[in-house]
């Protein structure tokens, strides 16, 4: 199986479901490591799984540069064949993107282009859309604006706050994060920057 190293700073609901789908009959990919940046419950769903993470926190480094080579040969330590960002909440730098280029998944809490950043559920909701979703990406130079690799829909609710839409994107996020990374892992992708194509799709 491909080797994953999974990347996440929040409640790890999404490293959680996906360890679950790695376990599953016949699926193609295994976490051999989880990385954060800060204490997080993360940390506990690696435990609970005996495997090992990290934390590479970027308050213990003189600058960005330092932090990210540091998380760079963290993760490349465990030799993944795939890294997912499942709600990881940093910017990752260049020696990182160079080093992982092309295989570095990320999943997240929109529809791109429309709401980057990290606040992508509130700026859909204080924005008014009647439909927002999920979007699972590769990872390049900009700020969630990789070549994507699937996209599904779901309908903002007239009385949704932030913590109910948050919840039902999180539904499809975990099937459609842990769909992916089994297509990536079995097919590969072929992008040119900005169109991506798991080879095999019909789509
Ligand atoms: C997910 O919705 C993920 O897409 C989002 O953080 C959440 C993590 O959930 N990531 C971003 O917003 C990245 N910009 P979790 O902590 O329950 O796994």
């Given at each position: 199986p491909a080797r994953l190293v999974v990347l996440a700073s929040g409640t790890g609901s999404l490293l959680r479901s996906l360890l679950d789908a790695t376990r599953t009959d016949g699926y193609p990919a295994t976490v051999v490591a989880v990385g954060v940046d800060r204490e997080c419950p993360a940390?506990?769903?690696?435990a609970d799984e005996g495997i090992p993470?990290?934390?590479?926190?970027?308050?213990?480094?003189?600058?960005?540069t330092a932090w990210d080579r540091a998380l760079t040969d963290a993760v490349a330590a465990h030799e993944p064949d795939l890294v997912v960002s499942a709600g990881f909440m940093k910017i990752l730098g260049s020696a990182f993107l160079e080093r992982f280029a092309g295989r570095i998944i990320?999943?997240?809490?929109?529809?791109?282009p429309s709401f980057p950043g990290a606040h992508a559920v509130a700026d859909a909701l204080a924005?008014?859309?009647k439909v927002t979703g999920s979007t699972v990406h590769l990872v390049d130079g900009g700020v969630d604006?990789?070549?994507i690799?699937?996209?599904e829909a779901v309908q903002v609710l007239d009385d949704d706050d932030e913590d109910t839409l948050h919840e039902?994107?999180?539904?499809?996020e975990r099937r459609l994060l842990a769909e992916m990374v089994a297509a990536v892992a079995t097919r590969g992708v072929v992008s040119d920057g900005r169109k991506a194509v798991i080879p095999g799709d019909r789509t």
């Open positions: 940390e506990g769903h690696a993470s990290f934390r590479v926190a970027l308050r213990d480094f003189e600058d960005r990320n999943t997240h809490p929109a529809l791109l924005y008014g859309v604006t990789g070549p690799l699937a996209q039902r994107i999180k539904v499809v």
